[in-house]
């Protein structure tokens, strides 16, 4: 019969969903979305049951520093609550829905046994550190990494040119090498090291596929050149021969089709077996397509427990410091350059915790507020620097663009007379200063920025913030109010994964336009501000280099 919509066209008439669901670092959150229109038709969280092991193990084995992990069964956990309760919620039959897609953090990788089980929850490993899923804030590997970039800058390794010159302690191989050296019987036990999001994938469908920009970024793979060979890792370590065959593809594009949901995928989520799985992806390049951005030239910065700043362009350009730059890293046509901050809501959540008196926090509840609303608004009529005091926003060590997990915070210039909130709000520059830092090398390196678009829940929490990324920045901040970017984001890929055969959509411009955000909030750089925070960058700039660059190595000492 011929189609009475005419060839290409898309019946309206049946309502179609797609389902993202975000894995951060604390918790997952899902969204059920209508793919003709973007309307978020239901939400649900869920907060990790073992949340983040930094300090110990659930039997109770104490961890050392730096270390950040997580248990597999919390995501599982995830799909078997927010899934079932947005449909149920919402009414939505599961039969509507037309894919599910889901963004991790990352690297968040996890070593598995030959049945794609995670060897935490096999008995012989489950009191094994080494065992369990290592969080993209687990730093305790930086001495490797750093041997890895010293190793790779004797042999004048072409492919270090995309990581900025240097491998970072969140990525995937300084995590394995580390595991080789530390607990080599979780190494030769483990068939493969997968990043956590490609695990859930391949539990829902069964599909080997594994995402190709979470390896481009985190796994130093390129679709020319696949990943450095043995040759490079006998130099290093001769226990690394052969890590290679521990990271199999297929290394697939996000937005692409991972496979389907089988009988145990459908029970443990309430969907329909067969109902189609985009491969996984990041949350930060998720987040693109969530705030309407399609193309080069827009930075757009994640702004969450941590910072990922992403921007695209044609062509490709030597960024030092940069976390990648992977073509059809972030979205196909394009140079993907991602770069960031290690903490920012981290470590605001550090000073309202530990340096915070109790009679803030009482007065913020008598207020009805939460204490960072109420800090912010104590620092409301502050003038920029007007806490007296330069931070380093390095809690979390240096993403960008010093790539060292092993720098730490600094503040310089407290008095007897300094209080919490001078602290805060010291806290909150620093974070603009470290932004700019990664914007300005983007620049200088070639790559243009026309416009700043920031995302996360900081965007809509902080606008004290979003007007120091105006003012320290001197360009125009879009801040984006949605709620659930990374999960729209992830929803997004999953409509084109299924196609408009299926009811979703044959491109991510097709896509975008009919379902992302536009909700957003202009905060323009007033003059008078920007001046004086175009001196204490300076200020910034010295601290930065004469703590981060060699100048003075205490920090690492001190660790």
């Given at each position: 019969?011929?189609d009475?919509l005419?060839?290409?066209?898309?019946?309206?008439?049946?309502t179609?969903?797609?389902?993202?669901?975000d894995f951060?670092?604390?918790?997952?959150?899902?969204v059920?979305?209508?793919?003709?229109?973007?309307?978020?038709?239901?939400?649900?969280?869920?907060?990790y049951?073992?949340g983040?092991?930094s300090?110990q193990?659930?039997?109770?084995t104490?961890?050392?520093?730096?270390?950040?992990l997580?248990?597999?069964q919390?995501?599982?956990?995830?799909l078997?609550?927010?899934?079932?309760?947005?449909?149920?919620?919402?009414?939505?039959?599961?039969?509507?829905?037309?894919a599910?897609?889901?963004d991790?953090t990352?690297?968040?990788?996890?070593?598995l046994s030959?049945?794609?089980t995670?060897?935490?929850l096999l008995?012989?490993?489950?009191d094994?550190?080494?065992?369990?899923?290592k969080l993209?804030?687990h730093?305790?590997?930086?001495?490797?990494a750093?041997?890895?970039?010293?190793?790779?800058?004797r042999r004048?390794?072409?492919?270090?040119?995309?990581?900025?010159?240097?491998v970072?302690?969140?990525?995937?191989?300084?995590k394995?090498w580390?595991?080789?050296?530390?607990?080599?019987?979780v190494y030769?036990?483990?068939?493969?090291?997968?990043?956590?999001?490609?695990?859930v994938?391949r539990?829902?469908?069964?599909?080997?596929?594994?995402?190709s920009?979470?390896?481009?970024y985190?796994?130093l793979?390129?679709?020319?050149?696949?990943m450095?060979g043995d040759?490079?890792?006998r130099?290093?370590?001769?226990?690394?021969?052969?890590?290679?065959?521990k990271?199999?593809?297929?290394?697939?594009?996000?937005?692409?089709?991972?496979?389907?949901?089988?009988?145990?995928?459908?029970?443990l989520?309430?969907?329909?077996?067969?109902t189609v799985?985009?491969?996984a992806?990041?949350?930060?390049?998720?987040?693109?397509?969530?705030?309407?951005?399609?193309?080069?030239?827009a930075?757009?910065?994640?702004?969450?427990?941590s910072v990922c700043?992403?921007?695209?362009d044609p062509?490709?350009?030597?960024?030092?410091?940069?976390?990648?730059?992977?073509k059809?890293?972030i979205?196909?046509?394009?140079?993907?350059?991602?770069?960031?901050?290690?903490?920012?809501g981290?470590?605001?959540?550090?000073?309202?915790?530990?340096?915070?008196?109790?009679?803030?926090?009482?007065?913020a509840?008598?207020?009805?507020?939460?204490?960072h609303?109420?800090l912010?608004?104590l620092?409301?009529?502050?003038?920029?620097?007007?806490?007296?005091l330069?931070?380093?926003d390095w809690?979390n060590?240096?993403?960008?663009?010093?790539v060292?997990?092993?720098?730490?915070?600094?503040?310089?210039?407290?008095t007897?007379?300094?209080?919490?909130?001078?602290?805060?709000?010291a806290?909150?520059?620093s974070?603009?200063?470290?932004?700019?830092v990664?914007?300005?090398?983007l620049?200088?390196?070639?790559?243009?920025v026309r416009e700043?678009?920031i995302t996360?829940?900081?965007?809509?929490?902080?606008?004290m913030l979003?007007?120091?990324?105006?003012d320290v920045?001197?360009?125009?901040?879009r801040?984006s109010?949605?709620?659930y970017?990374?999960a729209l984001g992830?929803a997004?890929?999953g409509?084109?994964?299924?196609g408009a055969?299926?009811?979703?959509?044959?491109?991510?411009?097709a896509?975008?336009?009919?379902?992302?955000?536009t909700?957003e909030v202009?905060?323009?750089p007033?003059?008078?501000?920007?001046?004086a925070y175009e001196?204490?960058?300076?200020e910034?700039m010295?601290?930065?280099?004469y703590f981060?660059r060699g100048?003075?190595d205490?920090?690492?000492?001190?660790?």
């Open positions: 019969m011929a009475p005419g060839a290409g066209r898309k019946s309206i008439t049946v179609r969903f797609s389902i993202g669901v951060g670092t604390l918790s997952g959150r899902g059920l979305v209508n793919v003709e229109t973007g309307d978020i038709v239901a939400t649900s969280a869920l907060d049951p073992h983040v092991m300090e193990l659930p039997s109770g104490p961890l050392p520093p730096d270390w950040a997580q248990h597999p919390d995501y599982l956990d995830v078997n609550f927010v899934i079932p309760h947005m449909l149920q919620s919402s009414a939505v039959d599961p039969s509507a829905v037309i599910l897609s889901i991790f990352a690297c968040t990788v996890l070593p030959d049945s794609d995670p060897l935490c008995d012989e490993f489950a094994n550190p080494h065992a369990y899923v993209w804030k730093h305790s590997a930086q001495d490797l750093t041997r890895i970039t010293e190793h790779a800058q004048a390794e072409s492919w270090l040119a995309r990581y900025g010159g240097k970072s302690s969140e990525w995937m191989f300084p394995i580390q595991t080789l050296r530390e607990a080599p019987e030769e036990s483990a068939t493969e090291f997968i990043e956590a999001g490609d695990w994938i539990h829902l469908t069964g599909s080997r596929a594994r995402s920009a979470l390896a481009g985190k796994a793979w390129s679709a020319q050149d696949g450095p040759d490079f890792w130099g290093l370590d001769k226990g690394l021969v052969g890590v290679g065959g990271l199999p593809g297929p290394y697939l594009d996000a937005g692409s089709l991972a496979g389907r949901l089988t009988r145990a995928g459908a029970e989520t309430g969907l329909n077996p067969g799985v985009a491969v992806n990041s949350d930060a390049y998720a987040c693109a397509p969530a705030v309407g951005v399609t193309g080069p030239g930075v757009v910065a994640i702004v969450g427990t700043t992403l921007v695209m062509d490709f350009h030597v960024v030092p410091g940069v976390s990648g730059a992977i059809n890293g979205l196909p046509g394009y140079v993907g350059y991602e770069a960031g901050q290690a903490a920012v981290d470590m605001l959540a550090w000073c309202v915790k530990h340096a915070v008196p109790a009679s803030y926090t009482e007065e509840a008598k207020q009805g507020v939460d204490i609303t109420h912010q608004a620092a409301a009529d502050y003038a920029p620097g007007g806490s007296g330069m931070a380093l809690w060590g240096n993403r960008s663009v010093l060292d997990g092993a720098l730490s915070g600094a503040v310089v210039g407290y007897l007379g300094t209080t919490a909130v001078d602290l805060y709000h806290l909150l520059e974070a603009a200063y470290g932004m700019r990664v914007v300005d090398t620049v200088t390196s070639g790559v243009p700043i678009v996360g829940g900081i965007s809509r929490k902080s606008p979003m007007q120091m990324y105006a920045m001197g360009r125009p901040v801040a109010q949605t709620l970017g990374a992830a997004i890929f409509t084109v994964a299924a055969v299926a009811g979703g959509h044959d491109t991510i411009e896509a975008v336009d009919a379902m992302a955000s909700d202009l905060y323009q007033r003059p008078e501000a920007q001046h001196k204490l960058f300076a910034f010295t601290l930065h280099d981060g100048a003075n205490v920090m690492k000492r001190l660790r």
